[in-house]
């Protein structure tokens, strides 16, 4: 058995596991990850960003969101120390790792920097499935039974929304998050093969000699079950 604890499935992970639109990345990211294969370096040579430009905005300002947040909900909120992750005996396979908890344990915050361009997807009361999905997540986790989103949206309009533990959605989470655990990273079997570009990146770091016409044939075969 190949398998390396490099890590747990957390909130990020487990919307990529799904495969939810706007997820930041895939399930052989993850599986990727989860083993020790994540390289490095890509295959063209260039350095893996550890951080790109959104996301340091997103951290220079995750304290300014807090505190806003704190004055307009008279909600008093903790920051965990670092590096702020959460585990559960429960699930040995997953961890939660909050951006803020109340200070009487009730429950969690989230906090997003969202931009102009992704505003539309927080029109009328909306809220995107990944955060759905990630912050029900860290209520399962955690054993919060509900989670508030603070989302500063094109840098001038705060958005607060609440989320409500569902027993349904939990129960469906962890057991989809065990099943790719048992199945994908302890047995050490990459998931299933689809189109999208992370899975060929990851078959041309685990086989830099190999045709990229390999890739190809076995995505449009894929796509024909």
Known sequence: MAYID???????SIAAILNLPGAWSRPIDVWMRLT??????????????????????????ESAIATAYSEKTG???????????IFNPKYPFAAATPDRL????????????VGLSKAGLWKDGKIPEIYVVQNQWY???????????????????????????????????INEAG????????????????????????????????????????GDSDNRT
């Open 139 to 173: 209520m399962t986790i955690c054993e919060i039974m509900g989670w508030d989103i603070a989302a500063l949206i094109g840098g001038n309009s705060m958005r607060i929304a609440e989320l409500e533990y569902s027993d349904k959605l939990a129960d469906m989470l």
């Open 36 to 61: 020790g294969r994540m390289p490095e370096t890509l295959p063209d040579g260039n350095a893996v960003p550890e951080i790109n430009e959104a996301m340091e905005w997103g951290n220079r300002l």
């Open 102 to 113: 109340f200070a009487d344990g009730s429950k969690g915050l989230e906090i997003k920097n």
């Open 75 to 85: 909600n008093k909120i903790i920051a965990l120390p670092a590096p702020g992750h």
């Open 179 to 218: 099943q790719f655990w048992c199945n994908h990273v302890l047995k050490d079997i990459p998931p299933p093969v689809d189109d999208s570009k992370n899975y060929g990146n990851a078959m041309k770091r685990l086989f830099p000699g190999s045709s990229e016409k390999v890739y190809s044939i076995a």
């Open 6 to 12: 490099h890590g747990k499935i957390g909130g990020s």
